[in-house]
């Protein structure tokens, strides 16, 4: 059974730093393409970044020179440091992770939308004071 478990969320004022991490258990990381999501009250859930089995990322542009994603794939952990953080990355933050398709596609993170991942975290708070 496949578990994502995030910690690390919290409250910090604007031009703080937090770091997320995901415990992955009954997963891989070193597999499949990985990522963070976000979802703001009121807003569509959202692609931050991803990290494929590589090892490559991808970002949002709202985040990107601000946001680090990387993944310890001998402890099966994926994190998400954020620096220079701004009101508006106020969010519930989760982790998402490919369900095995046995494809290239689980490997690749080509597909990003929401819809492309099967096991999700049950979410951490990020409050940004400005």
């Known amino acids: 059974q496949v578990q994502l478990v995030e910690s690390g969320g919290g409250s910090v004022q604007g031009g703080g730093s937090l770091r997320l991490s995901c415990a992955a258990s009954?997963?891989?990381?070193?597999?499949?393409?990985m990522g963070w999501f976000r979802q703001a009250p009121g807003k569509e859930r959202e692609g931050v970044a991803f990290?494929?089995?590589?090892?490559?990322?991808t970002y949002a542009d709202s985040v990107k020179g601000r946001f680090t994603i990387s993944k310890d794939n001998a402890k099966n952990i994926l994190y998400l440091q954020m620096n220079s953080l701004k009101s508006e990355d106020t969010a519930m933050y989760y982790c998402?992770?490919?369900?095995?398709?046995?494809?290239?596609?689980?490997?690749?993170?080509?597909?990003?939308?929401?819809?492309?991942?099967?096991?999700w975290g049950q979410g951490t708070q990020v409050t940004v004071s400005s």
């Open positions: 998402a992770a490919r369900r095995p398709t046995y494809s290239s596609g689980d490997y690749w993170c080509a597909r990003r939308s929401s819809a492309d991942f099967g096991y």
């Open positions: 990290i494929d089995g590589k090892g490559s990322t």
């Open positions: 009954g997963y891989t990381t070193s597999r499949y393409c």
